[in-house]
């Protein structure tokens, strides 16, 4: 750690909005799901061209038990290769929807499962060097079952569903075994937000 992050100046340490002056502006691929934007930024004494992901948002759920587990769920992503483990999660692709109703409806259609009591965790932008993605992230917990359960399609029809202790789950991000990012930024913040107050000091 170097000096300028060091004492309590760190607890103001934020983002900052910075707004170039946009020169042109186009839309260079329209996909199934996300577009590329090309961007021509007027920056410093010159001008540069950079291309990215338009993406709407996205929410993820941590969802933990009585038992202090958490729910995992797995399932193939193509550009990995890999079935990897990550949280209910789904996009802002419904119009006007808040994030928390998306929340619950994602945790509804993959899980089958509703939660009594919801608290925003953190957000976060996924890949800000390649794509507008922002997630949302959400603790629920005093869950129960769905009213109903849901069909599910494509890479969701065959999704493993696990129940995983809080703190393996975090040896496991730790450890390396489970990189799916969203999944390591909602357990590592909710096991910090549910340790006891005297262990997040230091004691």
């Known amino acids: 750690m170097t000096d300028a992050a060091a004492g309590p100046e760190s607890a103001g340490l934020r983002d900052e909005p910075f707004s ?3 020169v042109s502006s186009e839309n260079v691929y329209r996909g199934y799901v996300w577009g590329v934007r090309e961007d021509r ?3 410093g004494d010159g001008e540069i061209v950079r291309q990215y992901v338009e993406h709407t948002g996205a929410v993820a759920v941590v969802a933990i038990d009585e038992d ?3 729910l ?4 193939y992503r193509h550009p990995i290769r890999q079935r990897d483990w990550e949280l209910p999660a789904g996009l802002l692709d419904v119009a006007g929807e808040d994030p928390l109703d998306a929340a619950r409806r994602e945790l509804a259609e993959e899980a089958d499962l509703i939660a009594a009591t919801w608290e925003p965790l953190v957000s976060t932008y996924t890949t800000p060097g390649g794509n ?3 997630i949302h992230l959400f603790l629920a917990t005093d869950l129960g079952p769905a009213p109903q359960t849901f069909s599910r399609e ?3 029809a065959d999704i ?5 202790p809080l703190s393996e ?7 390396g075994r489970m990189r799916n990012a969203i999944l390591a930024v909602g357990v590592l913040s909710a096991e910090r937000r549910r340790r006891p107050a005297g262990r997040r000091a230091g004691a």
């Open 20 to 22: 170039p002056e946009v």
């Open 41 to 43: 930024i007027r920056y």
């Open 68 to 70: 202090d587990r958490v």
């Open 72 to 75: 995992l769920i797995q399932q």
């Open 132 to 134: 507008s993605e922002i």
């Open 154 to 156: 494509d890479e969701e």
């Open 160 to 164: 493993r569903v696990a129940w995983v």
């Open 169 to 175: 789950a975090a040896d496991a991000v730790l450890d």
